[in-house]
């Protein structure tokens, strides 16, 4: 085949290419007629320019012209219907209306939340306020006004995590404080002594948040957890009011209208006791989460004792009170049998997703 040939063969491929072109329906077509035309290595017009190399010089001009001219025709003519085919086209973002609905994802409260809030609902239906108080305490409110100054042997139990740099010292009940030092709070009843040295009794609060004490993590121990407390004061408060109040809670939370009181100790009640709850799980006969012995332990209680009320200005032969401090995380175990504390802090969705919206 000679190279004029080769020309004339050119210039009749601008009618093939129109005629192709015309025949055009769909976007994958267009895409197949470019790539045969336009494709960098086996395109047609490469191929001419390939001829352009072995071509006789005297005929390299011409023959470059004409690919040139076809080149030129080729793309402006593409460039012109792939701005058709972009407009007739699905818009990129486009929503297909076709496709299933997405539901969405909803959260799920913690149980941690559902404990304190049905804590609170409690509480505030028997005509409770709830309060929040400072995390960052000092060792007035956490111990000395509850009654355990200097080196009482009771703040051995809290394993407390101290704070270098002090806050502010404590505003002085009766007692001065002794020891300015800032600590993180080992518990909630420090939330008795902030409200009582501010408001005159009577008193009906539940304070509820987070404590802290150095405790390794185990299966039972955070060094961060929660507590509620609750501190009723009036006239005439007894310990039956306590034992009245402590039944309706648990009878509210776990269901369980037996309670039963054990002596104990606290330094700021006399006296104390701790409250057990009947077994909700085995009613009592003995099982694994009672420890067989019928009773769950779930909070310490007691009678305010006087000293409390002398730190705090109140008047020890007026008044009378009842206070009893319980874990969150302990009622969230016993309630859903939650064997592993740590599993309330890893925000693993598949714990957490078991619980109530
Ligand atoms: N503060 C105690 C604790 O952290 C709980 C407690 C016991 C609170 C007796 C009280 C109480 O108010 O009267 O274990």
Same mark, same amino acid.
């Given at each position: 085949?000679?190279?004029?040939?080769?020309?004339?063969?050119?210039?009749?491929?601008?009618?093939?290419?129109?005629?192709?072109?015309?025949?055009?329906?769909?976007?994958?077509?267009?895409?197949?007629?470019?790539?045969?035309?336009?494709?960098?290595?086996?395109?047609?017009?490469?191929?001419?320019?390939?001829?352009?190399?072995?071509?006789?010089?005297?005929?390299?001009?011409?023959?470059?012209?004409?690919?040139?001219?076809?080149?030129?025709?080729?793309?402006?003519?593409?460039?012109?219907?792939?701005?058709?085919?972009?407009?007739?086209?699905?818009?990129?973002?486009?929503?297909?209306?076709? *496709?299933?609905?997405?539901? !969405?994802?909803?959260?799920? %409260?913690?149980?941690? /939340?559902?404990?304190?809030?049905?804590? &609170? #609902?409690?509480?505030?239906?028997?005509?409770?306020?709830?309060?929040?108080?400072?995390?960052?305490?000092?060792?007035?409110?956490?111990?000395?006004?509850?009654?355990?100054?200097?080196?009482?042997?009771?703040?051995?139990?809290?394993?407390?995590?101290?704070?270098?740099?002090?806050?502010?010292?404590?505003?002085?009940?009766? *007692?001065?404080?002794?020891? !300015?030092?800032?600590?993180? %709070?080992?518990?909630? /009843?420090?939330?008795?002594?902030?409200? &009582? #040295?501010?408001?005159?009794?009577?008193?009906?609060?539940?304070?509820?948040?987070?404590?802290?004490?150095?405790?390794?993590?185990?299966?039972?121990?955070?060094?961060?957890?929660?507590?509620?407390?609750?501190?009723?004061?009036?006239?005439?408060?007894?310990?039956?009011?306590?034992?009245?109040?402590?039944?309706?809670?648990?009878?509210?939370?776990?269901?369980?209208?037996?309670?039963?009181?054990?002596?104990?100790?606290?330094?700021?009640?006399?006296?104390?006791?701790?409250?057990?709850?009947?077994?909700?799980?085995?009613?009592?006969?003995?099982?694994?989460?009672?420890?067989?012995?019928?009773?769950?332990?779930?909070?310490?209680?007691?009678?305010?004792?006087?000293?409390?009320?002398?730190?705090?200005?109140?008047?020890?032969?007026?008044?009378?009170?009842?206070?009893?401090?319980?874990?969150?995380?302990?009622?969230?175990?016993?309630?859903?049998?939650?064997?592993?504390?740590?599993?309330?802090?890893?925000?693993?969705?598949?714990?957490?997703?078991?619980?109530?919206?």
């Amino acid at each position: 085949m000679s190279e004029q040939n080769e020309i004339s063969r050119i210039e009749a491929a601008r009618e093939k290419f129109r005629a192709a072109l015309a025949e055009v329906r769909t976007s994958s077509e267009f895409q197949e007629l470019r790539n045969s035309w336009l494709g960098r290595k086996s395109g047609r017009i490469a191929e001419y320019t390939s001829l352009l190399k072995t071509a006789a010089p005297e005929l390299k001009k011409e023959l470059g012209r004409a690919i040139n001219e076809l080149r030129s025709i080729v793309e402006t003519a593409i460039a012109e219907r792939e701005k058709e085919f972009g407009a007739s086209a699905r818009p990129k973002n486009a929503v297909d209306i076709t *496709l299933p609905g997405r539901a !969405p994802q909803l959260g799920h %409260r913690h149980p941690l /939340s559902l404990v304190r809030d049905e804590v &609170m #609902e409690i509480f505030t239906r028997l005509g409770y306020q709830v309060l929040e108080g400072p995390e960052i305490e000092d060792d007035y409110h956490n111990f000395e006004a509850l009654n355990m100054p200097g080196d009482h042997p009771a703040r051995d139990m809290h394993d407390t995590l101290y704070l270098e740099t002090p806050i502010a010292p404590a505003k002085a009940g009766a *007692l001065q404080p002794s020891r !300015p030092l800032t600590l993180l %709070r080992t518990h909630t /009843s420090a939330m008795q002594i902030r409200h &009582m #040295e501010n408001n005159p009794p009577p008193v009906r609060l539940v304070a509820i948040g987070p404590v802290y004490r150095k405790d390794d993590l185990d299966l039972t121990h955070t060094p961060m957890f929660h507590q509620v407390e609750g501190l009723v004061v009036g006239t005439g408060i007894t310990l039956a009011d306590l034992k009245g109040t402590v039944s309706a809670m648990a009878r509210e939370l776990f269901g369980s209208a037996e309670v039963r009181f054990r002596p104990s100790f606290f330094p700021y009640t006399e006296p104390s006791a701790e409250v057990d709850i009947r077994c909700f799980k085995c009613a009592g006969a003995g099982c694994a989460l009672c420890k067989k012995s019928g009773w769950i332990e779930i909070l310490g209680s007691g009678m305010v004792h006087p000293a409390v009320f002398e730190a705090v200005g109140y008047n020890p032969d007026e008044v009378t009170g009842f206070a009893f401090g319980m874990g969150v995380e302990r009622v969230a175990q016993l309630k859903w049998g939650v064997g592993d504390i740590r599993l309330f802090y890893e925000n693993d969705l598949r714990f957490l997703e078991q619980f109530g919206i």
